[in-house]
């Protein structure tokens, strides 16, 4: 019997999903759970930056049964893929199974967040893990220079680095996100989960809103946490945004300080049935 747990990602959808699952895996590491992501790159990305020890690239959720057995159980952040029909399929399948979002916050942040580190960087900008349709791209080309550095995206061209150079004060690679998140004062960014990270490591977080997606997943956190928004849109450069970002920082609201999220309930609960189970072989012989 094996503990998975699956995080849809991918170019053009980003990593929050990831980092609140590889979170999740490193909470349960003696449960010694295999991640699942949408793409291999993402599962790779997981091992060597997130403290993610077993990784494994599948597609889309639909592909789980190829590489789990019938009695498995799974802690799943789909946004949407699984569609009613499956989700029944998927409990009929697994021991056990545990939606993020509903049985997990989705405001769970790495422990490591909570360590508090000294402020190196006053102010860093990090869009997001993704920028598939050049967005964030096109508005910093028509974006006047600032002094500011900007925390490179997972997911972005490396084409565009070269010009990007040109219009922040330094560009920061991608394998420095913790180190950057925990000790940047103040992070302007399109992330909701970085946001979360941010917070919890006793720094300042300021949201803008992207406008290259219809729809931004747990928007709803930010009110949770009382995070400030910068209303104003970015069209045309982010001159507006930065401008913003700069009024902020000068009255930075009170806001709600993040825990710890207790799993011992569901690690528990996988722990009784690894025991109870550790002798069964399950069969294969169930797709959903």
């Known amino acids: 019997m094996q503990l998975y747990i699956y995080a849809k990602s991918g170019h053009s959808f980003g990593l929050e999903n990831v980092r609140r699952a590889s979170a999740i ?7 010694d759970p295999i991640l699942c992501t949408a793409d291999y790159r993402a ?31 799974l802690i799943y ?13 998927m409990q ?23 360590d508090r580190t000294e402020t190196k960087r006053d102010k860093v900008v990090f869009f997001s ?15 006047k220079p600032h002094t500011i550095p900007l925390l490179w995206g997972h997911y972005f061209f490396f084409k565009n680095e070269k010009q990007f150079e040109n219009h922040y004060e330094e560009i920061i690679d991608e394998e420095q996100y ?5 000790t940047t004062k103040y992070l302007l960014t399109s992330s909701i989960h970085s946001c979360l990270e941010s917070l919890a490591s006793g720094n300042f977080p300021v949201y803008f809103k992207r406008l290259d997606k219809e729809y931004i997943e747990n928007y709803e956190l ?6 400030p928004i910068i209303e104003k849109e970015a069209i045309g450069s982010l001159d507006p945004v930065l401008d913003a970002f700069e009024d902020i920082i000068k009255s930075y609201p009170s806001v709600n300080s993040i825990e710890k999220f207790d799993i011992s309930k569901i690690r528990g609960e996988i722990e009784e049935t690894l025991k109870l189970f550790e002798t069964i072989q399950p069969a ?5």
């Open 25 to 31: 895996c490193n909470m349960l590491q003696t449960q």
């Open 43 to 73: 599962a790779t990305y997981a091992k060597a930056e997130l403290g993610v020890k077993k990784g494994v690239g599948i597609d889309v959720i639909g592909n789980l049964p190829n590489v789990m057995e019938r009695g498995d159980m």
């Open 129 to 143: 893990d993704d920028d598939y349709s050049n967005w964030f791209f096109n508005l910093s080309l028509n974006t």
């Open 92 to 114: 009929q399948f697994c021991k056990r199974i545990y939606k993020i979002g509903k049985d997990i916050s989705k405001d769970i942040v790495d422990e490591r967040y909570f």
């Open 77 to 89: 952040d789909d946004s949407g893929e699984a569609n009613e029909t499956m989700q029944k399929h």
């Open 222 to 227: 930010l009110k949770k946490y009382n995070i």
């Open 284 to 288: 294969l012989d169930y797709k959903f």
């Open 178 to 182: 913790q180190q950057t998140i925990q």
